[in-house]
C-alpha cells in the first residue's frame, strides 16, 4: 500500500471560490508530481517538482499553483475556480535518483465546480 | 504532447484469453513502466523495463520493449475479470528532465 494520501476525495465547489487540494507522502521521496485526469482518461502533467523549492510546470498549461515547502507535502491551489477545471487530480511521488523507481499514486481529488 | 499512445484504446475478451496491449513513444527514455488504474482510483506499478531490456515478466505479465520502433506491448495471459481496468504505459522522457509522461491509456474489460 502506497503511503502517499490526497484529500478531499471529492470536493464540490462553487465557481470563484480559492481551493487547496491537499497530497502527502511518508516514503521521503523527493520527486512529486500533479496530473489532471479527463473523462477520456488521458493523465496530463500539471505540475512537478524535484525537492523543496523546486516546482516545474508540466506540459498541460494550469492556472493552478503548486507549493513544495516541506518534503512530504505538495499542495495545489486553485485561485478562482471555474466550471473547466472540473476534472480528477491524481498526486504522486518517485524517489530520486534512481532510473528504475516506480511512482506511487495518491487516489486522487474528484473536483466539480458548479 | 503526450510521449506514450496506447493502442488499442479499448478491448474487450473472455476471461481466460490473453490481451495484449500496445505503447508507442516518440522521444528517448531510461525506462518504461506499465501501470494500472481500476475505475476513479490512483495508479498502480505493475512493472517497469528498462531501455537495454527487451522482455520482462512478471507472473501473469509480459513486457516487451523495441527501442529501435520506440514501441512497447503489455501481454497478460489468461485473463480474470479482475484484471477490468483501465493500463497506461509511462516514460520518463529521457534528457534528463525527470518527467513522468503517460499515455492515453486502454480500457480492459474481461467478460466473466
Known amino acids: 500500500e502506497a503511503d502517499i494520501y490526497q484529500t478531499p476525495r471529492y470536493l464540490v465547489i462553487g465557481t470563484g471560490k480559492k481551493i487547496t487540494l491537499e497530497c502527502s507522502q511518508t516514503?521521503?521521496?523527493?520527486?512529486m508530481y500533479w496530473y489532471q485526469q479527463d473523462p477520456g482518461m488521458e493523465l496530463h502533467l500539471i505540475h512537478y517538482s524535484y525537492g523543496v523549492n523546486s516546482t516545474e510546470k508540466g506540459d498541460l498549461s494550469s492556472e493552478s499553483t503548486v507549493s513544495r515547502i516541506r518534503t512530504e507535502h505538495f499542495p495545489l491551489t486553485l485561485e478562482s475556480a471555474r466550471p473547466s477545471h472540473t476534472s480528477q487530480y491524481l498526486c504522486?511521488?518517485?524517489?530520486?535518483?534512481?532510473?528504475?523507481?516506480?511512482?506511487?499514486f495518491g487516489q486522487g481529488t474528484r473536483l466539480t465546480v458548479v | 504532447s503526450q510521449q506514450g499512445e496506447e493502442d488499442p484504446q479499448a478491448l474487450s475478451i473472455q476471461e481466460g484469453e490473453n490481451a495484449t496491449m500496445n505503447c508507442s513513444y516518440k522521444?528517448?527514455?531510461?525506462?518504461l513502466q506499465w501501470y494500472r488504474q481500476n475505475s476513479g482510483r490512483g495508479l498502480v506499478h505493475l512493472i517497469l523495463i528498462r531501455s537495454n531490456e527487451r522482455e520482462k515478466h512478471s507472473g501473469r505479465l509480459r513486457v516487451t520493449l523495441d527501442t529501435s520502433k520506440k514501441s512497447s506491448s503489455l501481454l497478460i495471459t489468461a485473463s480474470r475479470a479482475a484484471d477490468t481496468a483501465s493500463y497506461f504505459c509511462a516514460t520518463d522522457s529521457g534528457g534528463g528532465s525527470e518527467k513522468l509522461v503517460f499515455g492515453k491509456g486502454m480500457k480492459l474489460t474481461v467478460n466473466p
Open positions: 516514503m521521503g521521496h523527493d520527486k
Open positions: 522521444t528517448s527514455i531510461n525506462n
Open positions: 504522486a511521488s518517485m524517489k530520486w535518483g534512481s532510473k528504475l523507481a516506480e511512482a506511487f
